[in-house]
């Protein structure tokens, strides 16, 4: 004869198979998914180390962008004061565009892999349509969206379509697939490859 004990611990062991199971599942899902990129293999590589070190890098530009808007334009909003506002905002906007693009132009000539550079804007690229998708349904019908267009156009879409330009025009110049039968190995797999 079973006690109350013993049934509620099969049924509390029931539920943690079943969470157990379920659990799995999800991560199964999720193989077979965009974000299976971002997953690592049984051996404990990346499954697709550009993509991880790209989304790390778009992390870097926004804070240079950031940094960029937040010191360039203090020290040229007086120099500009007396231009007709339009121009003043290209300017400003261009010369942080000029700030990200030197930065990105530095890690390109540092980093074996030419791809990272144009890898980091393609993502910025990604943030910059959802940003806009997003903002555009959360302003809509608030009077709100003219403003919005503005400050999207002078702070994010001016820098990072220059960026992008930038960095598609490096990539195209300076990568070179990897020969048949020779594997590409760039140096961030050092890191990343278990001894």
């Known amino acids: 004869m079973y006690d109350i004990d013993d049934l509620d611990r ?8 079943e ?12 193989e077979k998914s965009f974000w299976k990129a971002f997953l690592f293999t049984k051996d404990g590589k990346p499954k697709s180390g550009l993509m991880i070190y790209t989304f790390c890098l778009s992390f870097l530009f926004i804070a240079v962008y ?12 007086p120099v500009l004061a007396d231009m ?18 030197l930065v990105g132009a530095l890690l390109h000539l540092l980093l074996k892999d030419k ?4 890898g980091t ?45 930038a960095s598609y025009a490096l990539y195209k110049k300076d990568y070179t697939a990897p020969r048949e039968g020779e594997e590409e190995d760039a140096p961030w797999k050092q890191y990343t490859q278990r001894r």
């Not at 099969?10 to 198979?17: C, E, L, M, V």
């Not at 791809?115 to 144009?118: A, I, Y």
């Open 10 to 17: 099969q049924a509390y062991q029931a539920k943690k198979d």
């Open 19 to 30: 969470k157990k199971a379920e659990r799995k599942g999800k991560w199964a899902k999720r």
């Open 66 to 77: 950031i940094l960029a808007f937040n010191y360039l334009i203090d020290w040229l909003a």
């Open 84 to 101: 007709n506002t339009v121009v003043a905002n290209l300017l400003q906007s261009l010369a942080v565009s000029a700030v990200g693009i």
């Open 115 to 118: 791809r990272l550079f144009f």
């Open 121 to 165: 804007f393609v993502w910025m690229t990604v943030y910059l349509v959802a940003a806009f998708i997003t903002l555009l349904i959360m302003l809509r019908g608030s009077g709100a969206t003219g403003v919005f267009l503005d400050f999207y156009l002078w702070f994010m879409l001016i820098p990072v379509l220059t960026g992008l330009a």
